[in-house]
C-alpha cells in the first residue's frame, strides 16, 4: 500500500487518534516474556494499531509509520501539558514535557538525543519537539516562529533523498532552545557537523542532490531561470547522474515558497536571497564545465566556455581569471611562485573542490545568519536535542560514511555509559543489593578509530595525508600492516585491493579509501580564493576573500583588521568533502549556563575558536586541522556538553527498507533492536532503580504524605528509612536505601508522585478554605469599621448642617445691626463736612474780597494765574524726572539681557526645526523620541556608486561589536542598517531629496558596555572617491515622526574613498550626545577603518570605587498632571556598568532618602537619576544629575542641580556625599 493510499484511510475525527486503545505494553519494562521476540511482538501489536511509541521507563522507542498521523494537533499539546511520564500513552510530547519540567524542577540543563537508522524518522522527531516546546511556552514573541522556520531553510540545503530516506539529514545537528528567567523560549543556536558536500558531485543511483537545486531548476520560473542562466534539471551533471529528480508527493515550487518565506522571517532581503541564487546557480554551471587534453587543460566545447562566462557573471568575476583560475595551479617555489597548467582530469577535480568550497562557506553563512536572529544573548537554561545522522551502509562506503560511523559509535557509548556503567557504578558505591547485568561495550572499537596511541585509523590517515609520495593504496597498507589479525574489530576483505572493514555495534562494514587522503585534507588552492576575494561583488568578496591580510594593506583584496581577527580564523580553504563544520558553535556561549555569545566573524558568521575548525587558507595548510580531526574534537565537545545535561533518549526505529506504510518487517527490526542493546535496556531499567534522591531529599519531598512523622534530619539515612517505612514501600522490591541516597524504581516514584499531589492537593484547599475565611473575616470588620464611619461623619455632618445655619442667622443679624449704625455715622460724617467745606469757602471768599479792596481787583487775578503756572511747572519737573529713571532702568535691562546671550551654551536637539552643525560641534540628543533615531546618509554625483555606511561599537577603545550591509543587525539588536538586505529606506526628505543609506539606532537596546558609536560611510567601488559625489551630508532624523534634528554637509578634502561621520556617546549613563566629525579615510571596507577611528576614541580610564551618600532631595516646578507632593521617589546610581537603588521616599517633594551605596568600575562621571513610582510596575524618570569623577574625589553633603534637559520633568537639586575609596 502506498502512502497516499494509507493518508486516505486515516479519519482524524476518530476518537482513538486522542484516546488510543491500550494494545500490549505501553512500557515495556513491564513485560512478563523478556526476550527480543516478546519485545518484537508488542512492538508489533502496537505497530498495527497506528500506536508508533512505547516506553522502555524513560527511553521512547518510536517507529516510522511513513505517513501522517492526526496525533500531533494543539488538543494533544495541551493534553500533554504538565502531565509527568507514564501517566498518558507514549507519545513524543511526554518525553520533551518531562525534559521541559525537569529542567524547572531540577534547575538544570537537559538534552533530547534522537538516535536511529538514516529514514528511521529523527529528523522528523526533532521538528515535533520543537513544535511542541514552541506551543508549550508560547506567548507574543517571534521567537517561536523563527525556531520552526529555521527547519524549511535547513532542509533545503542540508537534506537530500538517499536510498533510505526522501528527506535524510546530510549533516548533523544540535539545536539548543534557550529559556530565560521566567522559563519561556527566548532563543536557540544550532550547531552543526559534518556537512556531507561530496554529494555535490555524486549521488548513488536513486539517490538526490540537496533538496535546493531541484526546487530552483523545477520551482523557478521561466524569468528566473533566464536571470541565473538555468535550464531543466535534467540538463545538469550534479543532480542528473542518479536518474533521480523528483521525490513522491513533494512539490518543489511550494518547498521553494516556503523557503523563502522562511528566509524574510530571518530579515533576509531579495537582494542577498538574489545573491544566494547566483552561487548556487554558479556551483550547478560548474558541473557543466568539461574539459580536454592531457597536457594542457582547455574547455571541451562552446557550451563549457558559455557556462564559465555564465560563473564569471554570477560571480562578479572576469571570465579571464576564472579561465585561469580553473585551468591552472600555482605551485610556489623558494622565493617565486610559477604557473604550471592543469590536465582535464585535473581541471574537474579543481573544478568541483571550487564547488564544494562556494556551498560549503555558503552553508555556514546562512546557518550563522540564523543563529544570529534567534541567538540570545543571556538566558537561563537550555534543552539541547540532538539529531545525527544514523548508522550507514551503502554499496560503496567512503570517508564520510566512516565518521558517520565513528559518530553513531560515540553515541551508543554515551548511552551505554549512561544506562549501564554510570547506572550499576553507583549501585556499587551506594552498596545496594543488585545482581550486575553485562552488555556489549564498544570501547575498543573507538580504540581503533580514534587512540592516538597506538595509532588508531584517523591517527594513521593523518600520518599518511602529511607524506607527499603517499597514496591511497599506501595508507590501506599501513592499515592492514597495524590492525590485521592483531585488532578483533578490523576485518581484511579478501578479494578487493580497495577494503577495509570495521566491525561497528550495528555490524560488519567495509570502506572503500579511495580518494581518503584528498577529503582528509580538504584543500582549496590559494589562487582560487584570490579569485573570489577579487569579486566586482561586495558579498562574495567578503563571503570567500582571506581573513589574514593586514588593515594596512591598500589593495582591493584587503578584508580584515588584524586587530579584529580571531586566531584560527576561518580562512578561504573551507572544508572539502565531508569536512567537518561547526560555524554556529561559536555563536554559542562559551559555557551552557554564561548566556554569552562569542564575538561573529567579519562575515557576519562566528568567530572565536569554532572558526579555527575551519582552519586557515591554504598558505597555512601545515597548521590546519584534517576533517578527520576536527570531527574528533567537535564529537568530544558535543560529548562533553551532554554530560554536562539530563539526557533522554529517543531510539527510532525504521520498519521496513521500502519506505511504505504499514509493513512491519520483523527481520529488520530485529537487528536494530539487537545492536541498540534493547533487551539488556529493558532489563536494567526494570531491575534498576532509575529515580534517586537524597536522603534529605526524599525526606523533603515526600514527608507532607505522611505529615505526623517526625525525622531528625541529622541522621538522614535512618530518617528516609523512616518516612519508607511509613509510606508502606516494600523493600528491596520497590525501593531500597543506600549510603547517600534513597532509590526507586518508576512505578513506585510514580505512585509517591501521585500521593503527594493528592496531599498536597489537601493542604491546599485547606489553605483555601482558610484564606476564604480570612478574607470574609476582613470583608466584615472593613465593612463594620466603615459603617461606624458612615456614622460617626452623618452625625457630624447634620450637627456640622445646623451650626452653620446658625451660625449664618446670627451672621446676618450682625452684618444688619452694623449697617444701620454705621448708616447713621456715616451721615453725621457728612454733614460735618460739609459744614467744614461750608465755613472754609465763606473765609476764603472773605479773605479774597479784603485783598480786591485793598489792591484791586486785576492785580488780585493776576497773582492767582502766576501761582497756577508755578504749580504746573512744579508737576512738569516731577514727571521728567521719573522719565530719566524709568528710561535707565530699561536701559540697565537691555545691557544685562545682551550680556546674557553672550554667553555660549550648548545647543539642544527640539523637534522645532532642523540645526545646521560644524565639524566638532557637540549636541545633546533629545530624549523625547524615546531613544530611538536614524542616522541617515546620502549624496548626489553623475554616476551611481556602491556605498556602504558601517557603525562601529566600541567600550572605550576596545572593538565590540559592527553592523554594515551584509550584517545589518548588532547582536543587542541596538543598530540596525536599512537599506541593506535588512530591508527599505524608512524616511524620504521631501526638499533634500532621498537617503540613501541610514542606520537606526535604538539607544535603549544598547549593551550597557557599549559606550561609543562611530559612523563610517566607505565607498566599494573601485577607484571611486568622494570628489566624484555631490551635496554629501549626514542628518539624524527621529525614527517616529521622521522629523529631522540637525545635518552637516562632508566636504571633499582629497581623493579619500571613506569619511568618519560622527560619534555617539554617552554622557553619564541614559544620556547621549552625538559630535560631528567629517574625516577623511582611505579603505573600501568598513574593517580598514577599525584602525583609523583610534584619535576619535576616549581611552579607558583606570578603575576606581567610591562610597556614595544620597542624602535628599528637593523638586519644584514639576511638568505634567504629576502632584510635587504625590511624588513617590528613589534615587537609581549608575558608575559605568555598576549600579544600584534607594528606598523610596513616598507622596513629598523633598525625600529624604540617607542611603549609601558602593559604586565601581571604570568611567569619569556618576549619573544620579531620580524616578517617580507610578503603580506596581511603572516608573518615570523626572530628572537626573552628572557628577564628573575629579582626581581624590571627596564631597561632603553638596548639593547638585539636575541637568538641564527636555526630559527633565522638573526643576530640583540632590544633597550628595562622594568619598573615593
Same mark, same amino acid.
Given at each position: 500500500? &502506498?502512502?497516499?493510499?494509507?493518508?486516505?484511510?486515516?479519519?482524524?475525527?476518530?476518537?482513538?487518534?486522542?484516546?488510543? %486503545?491500550?494494545?500490549?505494553?505501553?512500557?515495556?519494562?513491564?513485560?512478563?516474556?523478556?526476550?527480543?521476540?516478546?519485545?518484537?511482538?508488542?512492538?508489533?501489536?502496537?505497530?498495527?494499531?497506528?500506536?508508533?511509541?512505547?516506553?522502555?521507563?524513560?527511553?521512547?522507542?518510536?517507529?516510522?509509520?511513513?505517513?501522517?498521523?492526526?496525533?500531533?494537533? %494543539?488538543?494533544?499539546?495541551?493534553?500533554?501539558?504538565?502531565?509527568?511520564?507514564?501517566?498518558?500513552?507514549?507519545?513524543?510530547?511526554?518525553?520533551?514535557?518531562?525534559?521541559?519540567?525537569?529542567?524547572?524542577?531540577?534547575?538544570?540543563?537537559?538534552?533530547?538525543?534522537?538516535?536511529?537508522?538514516?529514514?528511521?524518522?529523527?529528523?522528523?522527531?526533532?521538528?515535533?519537539?520543537?513544535?511542541?516546546?514552541?506551543?508549550?511556552?508560547?506567548?507574543?514573541?517571534?521567537?517561536?516562529?523563527?525556531?520552526?522556520?529555521?527547519? +524549511?531553510?535547513?532542509?533545503?540545503?542540508?537534506?537530500?533523498?538517499?536510498?533510505?530516506?526522501?528527506?535524510?539529514?546530510?549533516?548533523?545537528?544540535?539545536?539548543?532552545?534557550?529559556?530565560?528567567?521566567?522559563?519561556?523560549?527566548?532563543?536557540?543556536?544550532?550547531?552543526?557537523?559534518?556537512?556531507?558536500?561530496?554529494?555535490?558531485?555524486?549521488?548513488?543511483?536513486?539517490?538526490?542532490?540537496?533538496?535546493?537545486?531541484?526546487?530552483?531548476?523545477?520551482?523557478?520560473?521561466?524569468?528566473?531561470?533566464?536571470?541565473?542562466?538555468?535550464?531543466?534539471?535534467?540538463?545538469?551533471?550534479?543532480?542528473?547522474?542518479?536518474?533521480?529528480?523528483?521525490?513522491?508527493?513533494?512539490?518543489?515550487?511550494?518547498?521553494?515558497?516556503?523557503?523563502?518565506?522562511?528566509?524574510?522571517? !530571518?530579515?533576509?532581503? +531579495?537582494?542577498?536571497?538574489?545573491?544566494?541564487? *547566483?552561487?548556487?546557480?554558479?556551483?550547478?554551471?560548474?558541473?557543466?564545465?568539461?574539459?580536454?587534453?592531457?597536457?594542457?587543460?582547455?574547455?571541451?566545447?562552446?557550451?563549457?566556455?558559455?557556462?564559465?562566462?555564465?560563473?564569471?557573471?554570477?560571480?562578479?568575476?572576469?571570465?579571464?581569471?576564472?579561465?585561469?583560475?580553473?585551468?591552472?595551479?600555482?605551485?610556489?617555489? *623558494?622565493?617565486?611562485?610559477?604557473?604550471?597548467?592543469?590536465?582535464?582530469?585535473?581541471?574537474?577535480?579543481?573544478?568541483?573542490?571550487?564547488?564544494?568550497?562556494?556551498?560549503?562557506?555558503?552553508?555556514?553563512?546562512?546557518?550563522?545568519?540564523?543563529?544570529?536572529?534567534?541567538?540570545?544573548?543571556?538566558?537561563?537554561?537550555?534543552?539541547?536535542?540532538?539529531?545525527?545522522?544514523?548508522? #550507514?551502509?551503502?554499496?560503496?562506503?567512503?570517508?564520510?560514511?566512516?565518521?558517520?560511523?565513528?559518530?553513531?559509535?560515540?553515541?551508543?557509548?554515551?548511552?551505554?555509559?549512561?544506562?549501564?556503567?554510570?547506572?550499576?557504578?553507583?549501585?556499587? /558505591?551506594?552498596?545496594?543489593?543488585?545482581?550486575?547485568?553485562?552488555?556489549?561495550?564498544?570501547?575498543?572499537?573507538?580504540?581503533?578509530?580514534?587512540?592516538?596511541?597506538?595509532?588508531?585509523?584517523?591517527?594513521?590517515?593523518?600520518?599518511?595525508?602529511?607524506?607527499?609520495?603517499?597514496?591511497?593504496?599506501?595508507?590501506?597498507?599501513?592499515?592492514?600492516?597495524?590492525?590485521?589479525?592483531?585488532?578483533?574489530?578490523?576485518?581484511?576483505?579478501?578479494?578487493?585491493?580497495?577494503?577495509?572493514?570495521?566491525?561497528?555495534?550495528?555490524?560488519?562494514?567495509?570502506?572503500?579509501?579511495?580518494?581518503?587522503?584528498?577529503?582528509?585534507?580538504? #584543500?582549496? @588552492?590559494?589562487?582560487?580564493?584570490?579569485?573570489?576575494?577579487?569579486?566586482?561583488?561586495?558579498?562574495?568578496?567578503?563571503?570567500?576573500?582571506?581573513?589574514?591580510?593586514?588593515? #594596512?594593506?591598500?589593495?582591493?583584496?584587503? *578584508?580584515?583588521?588584524?586587530?579584529?581577527?580571531? @586566531?584560527?580564523?576561518?580562512?578561504?580553504?573551507?572544508?572539502?568533502?565531508?569536512?567537518?563544520?561547526?560555524?554556529?558553535?561559536?555563536?554559542? %556561549?562559551?559555557?551552557?549556563? &554564561?548566556?554569552?555569545?562569542?564575538?561573529?566573524?567579519?562575515?557576519?558568521?562566528?568567530?572565536?575558536?569554532?572558526?579555527?575548525?575551519?582552519?586557515?587558507?591554504?598558505?597555512?595548510?601545515?597548521?590546519?586541522?584534517?576533517?578527520?580531526?576536527?570531527?574528533?574534537?567537535?564529537?568530544?565537545?558535543?560529548?562533553?556538553?551532554?554530560?554536562?545535561?539530563?539526557?533522554?533518549?529517543?531510539?527510532?526505529?525504521?520498519?521496513?527498507?521500502?519506505?511504505?506504510?504499514?509493513?512491519?518487517?520483523?527481520?529488520?527490526?530485529?537487528?536494530?533492536?539487537?545492536?541498540?542493546?534493547?533487551?539488556?535496556?529493558?532489563?536494567?531499567?526494570?531491575?534498576?532503580?532509575?529515580?534517586?534522591?537524597?536522603?534529605?531529599?526524599?525526606?523533603?519531598?515526600?514527608?507532607?504524605?505522611?505529615?505526623?512523622?517526625?525525622?531528625?534530619?541529622?541522621?538522614?539515612?535512618?530518617?528516609?528509612?523512616?518516612?519508607?517505612?511509613?509510606?508502606?514501600?516494600?523493600? %528491596?522490591?520497590?525501593?531500597?536505601?543506600?549510603?547517600?541516597?534513597?532509590?526507586?524504581?518508576?512505578?513506585?516514584?510514580?505512585?509517591?508522585?501521585?500521593?503527594?499531589?493528592?496531599?498536597?492537593?489537601?493542604?491546599?484547599?485547606?489553605?483555601?478554605?482558610?484564606?476564604?475565611?480570612?478574607?470574609?473575616?476582613?470583608?466584615?470588620?472593613?465593612?463594620?469599621?466603615?459603617?461606624?464611619?458612615?456614622?460617626?461623619?452623618?452625625?457630624?455632618?447634620?450637627?456640622?448642617?445646623? !451650626?452653620?445655619?446658625?451660625?449664618?442667622?446670627?451672621?446676618?443679624?450682625?452684618?444688619?445691626?452694623?449697617?444701620?449704625?454705621?448708616?447713621?455715622?456715616?451721615?453725621?460724617?457728612?454733614?460735618?463736612?460739609?459744614?467744614?467745606?461750608?465755613?472754609?469757602?465763606?473765609?476764603?471768599?472773605?479773605?479774597?474780597?479784603?485783598?480786591?479792596?485793598?489792591?484791586?481787583?486785576?492785580?488780585?487775578?493776576?497773582?492767582?494765574?502766576?501761582?497756577?503756572?508755578? /504749580?504746573?511747572?512744579?508737576?512738569?519737573?516731577?514727571?521728567?524726572?521719573?522719565?530719566?529713571?524709568?528710561?535707565?532702568?530699561?536701559?540697565?535691562?537691555?545691557?544685562?539681557?545682551?550680556?546674557?546671550?553672550?554667553?555660549?551654551?550648548?545647543?539642544?536637539?527640539?523637534?522645532?526645526?532642523?540645526?545646521?552643525?560644524?565639524?566638532?560641534?557637540?549636541?545633546?540628543?533629545?530624549?523625547?523620541?524615546?531613544?530611538?533615531?536614524?542616522?541617515?546618509?546620502?549624496?548626489?554625483?553623475?554616476?551611481?556608486? #556602491?556605498?556602504?555606511?558601517?557603525?562601529?561599537?566600541?567600550?572605550?577603545?576596545?572593538?565590540?561589536?559592527?553592523?554594515?550591509?551584509?550584517? @545589518?543587525?548588532?547582536?543587542?539588536?541596538?543598530?540596525?542598517?536599512?537599506?541593506?538586505?535588512?530591508?527599505?529606506?524608512?524616511?524620504?526628505?521631501?526638499?533634500?531629496?532621498?537617503?540613501?543609506?541610514?542606520?537606526?539606532?535604538?539607544?535603549?537596546?544598547?549593551?550597557?558596555?557599549?559606550?561609543?558609536?562611530?559612523?563610517?560611510?566607505?565607498?566599494f567601488t573601485a577607484g571611486a572617491t568622494f570628489d566624484s559625489l555631490e551635496d554629501a551630508y549626514v542628518r539624524l532624523i527621529g525614527t517616529r515622526g521622521a522629523k529631522e534634528y540637525c545635518r552637516y554637509t562632508l566636504t571633499s578634502s582629497g581623493n579619500e574613498n571613506a569619511k568618519i561621520m560622527c560619534k555617539l556617546y554617552r554622557h553619564g549613563y541614559s544620556g547621549w550626545r552625538i559630535k560631528a566629525i567629517g574625516h577623511p579615510g582611505h579603505g573600501r571596507l568598513y574593517k580598514h577603518m577599525i584602525a583609523k577611528v583610534n584619535p576619535f576614541l576616549d581611552p579607558q580610564p583606570p578603575r576606581r570605587r567610591f562610597k556614595v551618600k544620597v542624602h535628599r532631595g528637593r523638586f519644584d516646578k514639576v511638568k505634567g498632571k504629576i502632584d510635587a507632593d504625590g511624588l513617590n521617589t528613589y534615587c537609581q546610581l549608575r558608575f559605568d556598568l555598576d549600579s544600584a537603588k534607594s528606598k523610596i521616599a513616598k507622596k513629598t517633594a523633598q525625600p529624604i532618602w540617607k542611603s549609601t551605596h558602593q559604586l565601581s568600575g571604570h568611567a569619569t562621571n556618576i549619573e544620579l537619576s531620580v524616578w517617580h513610582k507610578r503603580g506596581i510596575s511603572k516608573q518615570i524618570c523626572i530628572g537626573r544629575c552628572v557628577i564628573d569623577c575629579k582626581e581624590f574625589m571627596k564631597v561632603a553633603q553638596q548639593w547638585f542641580k539636575f541637568e538641564d534637559e527636555e526630559s527633565a520633568l522638573c526643576t530640583g537639586e540632590l544633597k550628595v556625599s562622594i568619598n573615593e575609596?
Amino acid at each position: 500500500m &502506498s502512502s497516499a493510499e494509507a493518508q486516505k484511510k486515516i479519519n482524524p475525527s476518530d476518537d482513538k487518534w486522542f484516546n488510543p %486503545p491500550r494494545i500490549g505494553y505501553e512500557d515495556m519494562t513491564t513485560m512478563e516474556n523478556m526476550t527480543l521476540d516478546g519485545v518484537l511482538l508488542n512492538l508489533k501489536d502496537r505497530y498495527v494499531e497506528d500506536l508508533i511509541y512505547t516506553y522502555t521507563s524513560s527511553i521512547l522507542v518510536a517507529i516510522n509509520p511513513y505517513k501522517r498521523l492526526p496525533i500531533y494537533t %494543539p488538543k494533544h499539546v495541551k493534553k500533554y501539558k504538565g502531565v509527568r511520564l507514564g501517566k498518558l500513552p507514549p507519545h513524543v510530547f511526554a518525553i520533551a514535557e518531562t525534559a521541559y519540567s525537569q529542567m524547572i524542577n531540577m534547575d538544570k540543563n537537559q538534552s533530547v538525543l534522537v538516535s536511529g537508522e538514516s529514514g528511521a524518522g529523527k529528523t522528523e522527531t526533532t521538528k515535533l519537539i520543537l513544535q511542541f516546546l514552541s506551543a508549550r511556552t508560547a506567548r507574543a514573541s517571534p521567537v517561536e516562529k523563527m525556531v520552526l522556520a529555521s527547519v +524549511p531553510v535547513l532542509e533545503a540545503m542540508g537534506n537530500a533523498k538517499t536510498g533510505r530516506n526522501d528527506n535524510s539529514s546530510r549533516f548533523g545537528k544540535l539545536i539548543k532552545i534557550q529559556f530565560d528567567t521566567d522559563r519561556y523560549i527566548c532563543g536557540s543556536i544550532m550547531e552543526h557537523y559534518l556537512l556531507e558536500k561530496s554529494r555535490l558531485c555524486f549521488q548513488a543511483p536513486g539517490e538526490r542532490n540537496f533538496h535546493i537545486f531541484y526546487q530552483m531548476t523545477l520551482g523557478f520560473s521561466a524569468e528566473e531561470k533566464a536571470k541565473y542562466f538555468l535550464k531543466e534539471a535534467n540538463y545538469y551533471n550534479y543532480i542528473n547522474k542518479s536518474g533521480c529528480l523528483t521525490v513522491d508527493g513533494v512539490d518543489e515550487s511550494e518547498s521553494l515558497q516556503e523557503f523563502r518565506d522562511a528566509l524574510k522571517l !530571518f530579515d533576509i532581503s +531579495p537582494e542577498l536571497e538574489d545573491k544566494m541564487f *547566483r552561487i548556487l546557480a554558479s556551483v550547478l554551471h560548474l558541473g557543466n564545465v568539461n574539459f580536454k587534453g592531457d597536457d594542457k587543460a582547455d574547455w571541451a566545447n562552446a557550451d563549457s566556455e558559455q557556462q564559465a562566462k555564465n560563473i564569471a557573471n554570477l560571480l562578479g568575476l572576469k571570465f579571464e581569471a576564472i579561465k585561469f583560475g580553473l585551468l591552472n595551479k600555482k605551485i610556489k617555489m *623558494r622565493n617565486e611562485i610559477i604557473d604550471k597548467p592543469l590536465n582535464a582530469e585535473q581541471s574537474r577535480e579543481q573544478a568541483d573542490a571550487l564547488a564544494k568550497h562556494l556551498y560549503s562557506l555558503l552553508f555556514d553563512w546562512l546557518v550563522s545568519q540564523l543563529n544570529v536572529c534567534t541567538h540570545a544573548e543571556e538566558f537561563k537554561s537550555f534543552i539541547g536535542v540532538l539529531d545525527i545522522f544514523g548508522f #550507514e551502509l551503502f554499496q560503496k562506503n567512503s570517508l564520510e560514511q566512516f565518521l558517520i560511523n565513528y559518530a553513531n559509535e560515540k553515541l551508543q557509548q554515551f548511552f551505554n555509559h549512561q544506562i549501564f556503567k554510570l547506572e550499576q557504578r553507583i549501585y556499587e /558505591e551506594e552498596q545496594i543489593d543488585w545482581t550486575v547485568i553485562e552488555f556489549v561495550d564498544n570501547q575498543e572499537c573507538l580504540d581503533l578509530i580514534e587512540q592516538r596511541r597506538p595509532p588508531g585509523i584517523l591517527s594513521i590517515l593523518d600520518e599518511e595525508c602529511k607524506f607527499p609520495r603517499a597514496t591511497d593504496a599506501t595508507l590501506l597498507a599501513k592499515l592492514h600492516e597495524n590492525f590485521e589479525n592483531k585488532h578483533r574489530y578490523y576485518d581484511k576483505p579478501r578479494l578487493s585491493r580497495t577494503l577495509f572493514g570495521v566491525k561497528h555495534f550495528a555490524g560488519l562494514v567495509e570502506y572503500d579509501v579511495g580518494g581518503w587522503r584528498d577529503k582528509n585534507k580538504d #584543500e582549496v @588552492p590559494e589562487h582560487l580564493v584570490d579569485m573570489l576575494s577579487d569579486s566586482s561583488d561586495m558579498f562574495v568578496a567578503i563571503l570567500y576573500g582571506p581573513e589574514d591580510l593586514p588593515v #594596512e594593506e591598500k589593495s582591493s583584496r584587503a *578584508r580584515s583588521s588584524s586587530s579584529a581577527k580571531a @586566531p584560527g580564523a576561518k580562512g578561504a580553504a573551507g572544508a572539502g568533502a565531508g569536512g567537518a563544520s561547526s560555524s554556529s558553535a561559536a555563536a554559542a %556561549p562559551a559555557s551552557p549556563r &554564561s548566556g554569552g555569545a562569542a564575538p561573529a566573524s567579519p562575515r557576519g558568521g562566528p568567530g572565536g575558536a569554532a572558526a579555527g575548525a575551519k582552519g586557515a587558507s591554504s598558505s597555512t595548510a601545515s597548521t590546519k586541522l584534517t576533517v578527520g580531526q576536527q570531527f574528533k574534537t567537535q564529537l568530544q565537545s558535543l560529548m562533553d556538553l551532554l554530560g554536562q545535561t539530563e539526557p533522554y533518549f529517543i531510539r527510532c526505529v525504521k520498519p521496513n527498507p521500502q519506505k511504505v506504510p504499514d509493513k512491519f518487517d520483523q527481520k529488520l527490526i530485529y537487528d536494530q533492536l539487537l545492536y541498540a542493546g534493547m533487551l539488556e535496556t529493558i532489563r536494567i531499567r526494570r531491575l534498576g532503580y532509575p529515580i534517586r534522591w537524597n536522603h534529605l531529599d526524599f525526606f523533603k519531598r515526600f514527608r507532607v504524605i505522611v505529615p505526623a512523622l517526625a525525622g531528625d534530619l541529622s541522621k538522614s539515612k535512618e530518617t528516609a528509612t523512616a518516612l519508607m517505612v511509613a509510606l508502606g514501600v516494600k523493600m %528491596p522490591m520497590q525501593a531500597q536505601i543506600g549510603l547517600t541516597k534513597a532509590f526507586l524504581k518508576q512505578e513506585l516514584a510514580n505512585e509517591l508522585e501521585d500521593r503527594r499531589n493528592n496531599a498536597l492537593t489537601d493542604v491546599i484547599i485547606k489553605l483555601q478554605i482558610w484564606w476564604r475565611g480570612v478574607q470574609q473575616r476582613a470583608h466584615f470588620v472593613e465593612k463594620r469599621q466603615n459603617s461606624i464611619m458612615v456614622q460617626q461623619w452623618w452625625r457630624y455632618a447634620i450637627a456640622c448642617s445646623t !451650626f452653620k445655619k446658625k451660625s449664618a442667622g446670627g451672621r446676618k443679624i450682625q452684618d444688619w445691626f452694623r449697617m444701620v449704625k454705621q448708616m447713621k455715622h456715616k451721615k453725621f460724617l457728612a454733614e460735618e463736612k460739609r459744614r467744614k467745606e461750608e465755613a472754609k469757602r465763606k473765609k476764603e471768599e472773605e479773605e479774597r474780597r479784603k485783598r480786591i479792596e485793598k489792591y484791586g481787583r486785576e492785580k488780585v487775578e493776576a497773582e492767582e494765574a502766576v501761582q497756577r503756572e508755578l /504749580e504746573q511747572a512744579k508737576n512738569a519737573e516731577e514727571i521728567a524726572k521719573f522719565r530719566a529713571l524709568l528710561e535707565a532702568q530699561e536701559a540697565e535691562e537691555a545691557a544685562e539681557e545682551k550680556k546674557k546671550k553672550k554667553k555660549k551654551k550648548k545647543k539642544k536637539l527640539t523637534r522645532t526645526g532642523s540645526i545646521l552643525m560644524d565639524r566638532n560641534e557637540i549636541l545633546e540628543i533629545p530624549i523625547d523620541i524615546d531613544g530611538r533615531i536614524t542616522v541617515g546618509i546620502g549624496w548626489k554625483g553623475g554616476q551611481k556608486q #556602491e556605498m556602504d555606511a558601517s557603525c562601529l561599537m566600541f567600550r572605550y577603545k576596545e572593538h565590540r561589536d559592527d553592523v554594515y550591509k551584509y550584517k @545589518p543587525r548588532s547582536k543587542d539588536g541596538g543598530v540596525t542598517h536599512r537599506g541593506g538586505w535588512a530591508g527599505g529606506l524608512k524616511f524620504i526628505s521631501t526638499n533634500e531629496g532621498s537617503d540613501i543609506q541610514q542606520l537606526d539606532v535604538n539607544l535603549n537596546k544598547i549593551s550597557s558596555k557599549i559606550n561609543t558609536l562611530i559612523f563610517v560611510v566607505t565607498l566599494f567601488t573601485a577607484g571611486a572617491t568622494f570628489d566624484s559625489l555631490e551635496d554629501a551630508y549626514v542628518r539624524l532624523i527621529g525614527t517616529r515622526g521622521a522629523k529631522e534634528y540637525c545635518r552637516y554637509t562632508l566636504t571633499s578634502s582629497g581623493n579619500e574613498n571613506a569619511k568618519i561621520m560622527c560619534k555617539l556617546y554617552r554622557h553619564g549613563y541614559s544620556g547621549w550626545r552625538i559630535k560631528a566629525i567629517g574625516h577623511p579615510g582611505h579603505g573600501r571596507l568598513y574593517k580598514h577603518m577599525i584602525a583609523k577611528v583610534n584619535p576619535f576614541l576616549d581611552p579607558q580610564p583606570p578603575r576606581r570605587r567610591f562610597k556614595v551618600k544620597v542624602h535628599r532631595g528637593r523638586f519644584d516646578k514639576v511638568k505634567g498632571k504629576i502632584d510635587a507632593d504625590g511624588l513617590n521617589t528613589y534615587c537609581q546610581l549608575r558608575f559605568d556598568l555598576d549600579s544600584a537603588k534607594s528606598k523610596i521616599a513616598k507622596k513629598t517633594a523633598q525625600p529624604i532618602w540617607k542611603s549609601t551605596h558602593q559604586l565601581s568600575g571604570h568611567a569619569t562621571n556618576i549619573e544620579l537619576s531620580v524616578w517617580h513610582k507610578r503603580g506596581i510596575s511603572k516608573q518615570i524618570c523626572i530628572g537626573r544629575c552628572v557628577i564628573d569623577c575629579k582626581e581624590f574625589m571627596k564631597v561632603a553633603q553638596q548639593w547638585f542641580k539636575f541637568e538641564d534637559e527636555e526630559s527633565a520633568l522638573c526643576t530640583g537639586e540632590l544633597k550628595v556625599s562622594i568619598n573615593e575609596v
